[in-house]
T-cell receptor, first 113, second 116 residues
Framework: AQSVTQLGSHVSVSEGALVLLRCNYS??????LFWYVQYPNQGLQLLLK??????LVKGINGFEAEFKKSETSFHLTKPSAHMSDAAEYFC???????????FGGGTRVLVKP | GAVVSQHPSWVICKSGTSVKIECRSL??????MFWYRQFPKQSLMLMAT?????????EQGVEKDKFLINHASLTLSTLTVTSAHPEDSSFYIC????????????FGPGTRLTVL
C-alpha cells in the first residue's frame, strides 16, 4: 500500500519569504507524485507532477518540487511567497500502472503581509 | 483544455431525500471518473472509481447502495446520495481521467451538500 505524509498541517510565511512544504511518500514501486492547490470552496488545481522524468519539476505560479528517491520525498518550494499563495496544498501519489490517487493530509499556507 | 464541471455547486436538502450531483468533462472524453468526499479541514477521501459503461468500484467502507454512481457516457458521471442524512453533509469532488493522459486526473470545482 502506498501512503503520503505531509509534515505540518499549517505553515505561516511572510510575503516574499521562501515557501517550503514537505511531503514524504511510501510506495512499493516507483510512483508518480503530484502537488495540488485548493482555494476555499473550490476543487483541486494541479501545480506540478513527477512522472519519472527530470527529478526537479517546475510547475505553475513559480512553484517547483524535487523528487529524492533516497529520502522518499517530494518537497514543494517557492522562492518568494505572494499573498495569493494562501491556500491548502495537497501532495498525492499514484502507482505508475494504476489510476488511484492517495492524498496526504494537506498543508494550509498562511501568508503574512 | 481538460475542464471538468460539477452541478450543482451547492445544494441544501431535507433529511431523507435524495440528491444527484453531476460531473461532466467538457472538452475531453473521460474513460474513468472518480468521486471524492472532503470533510472540513480534511483531505480528500476516494469514494469510488467508475469506468464508462461498467459498474463503479467502491472503496472499503463506502456504502454502494447509499452512494449510487452512474457513468453512462464518456463525458458524464452522476453521484446520487440516497436517503440523505446530516452526516452526509460534505464537500463532494469529482475528477476525470482520459486514457490519453493516464497520469493525470482533472478535478471539478466541487459540490457542497448540506442535509438539514
Amino acid at each position: 500500500a502506498q501512503s503520503v505524509t505531509q509534515l505540518g498541517s499549517h505553515v505561516s510565511v511572510s510575503e516574499g519569504a521562501l515557501v517550503l512544504l514537505r511531503c514524504n511518500y511510501s510506495s512499493s514501486v516507483p510512483p508518480y507524485l503530484f502537488w495540488y492547490v485548493q482555494y476555499p470552496n473550490q476543487g483541486l488545481q494541479l501545480l506540478l507532477k513527477y512522472t519519472s522524468a527530470a527529478t526537479l519539476v517546475k510547475g505553475i505560479n513559480g512553484f517547483e518540487a524535487e523528487f529524492k528517491k533516497s529520502e522518499t520525498s517530494f518537497h514543494l518550494t517557492k522562492p518568494s511567497a505572494h499573498m495569493s499563495d494562501a491556500a491548502e496544498y495537497f501532495c498525492a501519489v499514484k502507482k505508475a500502472a494504476g489510476n488511484k490517487l492517495t492524498f496526504g493530509g494537506g498543508t494550509r499556507v498562511l501568508v503574512k503581509p | 483544455g481538460a475542464v471538468v464541471s460539477q452541478h450543482p455547486s451547492w445544494v441544501i436538502c431535507k433529511s431523507g431525500t435524495s440528491v444527484k450531483i453531476e460531473c461532466r468533462s467538457l472538452d475531453f472524453q473521460a474513460t474513468t471518473m472518480f468521486w471524492y468526499r472532503q470533510f472540513p479541514k480534511q483531505s480528500l477521501m476516494l469514494m469510488a472509481t467508475s469506468n464508462e459503461g461498467s459498474k463503479a468500484t467502491y472503496e472499503q467502507g463506502v456504502e454502494k447502495d447509499k452512494f449510487l454512481i452512474n457513468h453512462a457516457s464518456l463525458t458524464l458521471s452522476t453521484l446520487t446520495v440516497t436517503s440523505a442524512h446530516p452526516e452526509d453533509s460534505s464537500f463532494y469532488i469529482c475528477s476525470a481521467s482520459a486514457s490519453a493522459t493516464y497520469n493525470e486526473q482533472f478535478f471539478g470545482p466541487g459540490t457542497r451538500l448540506t442535509v438539514l
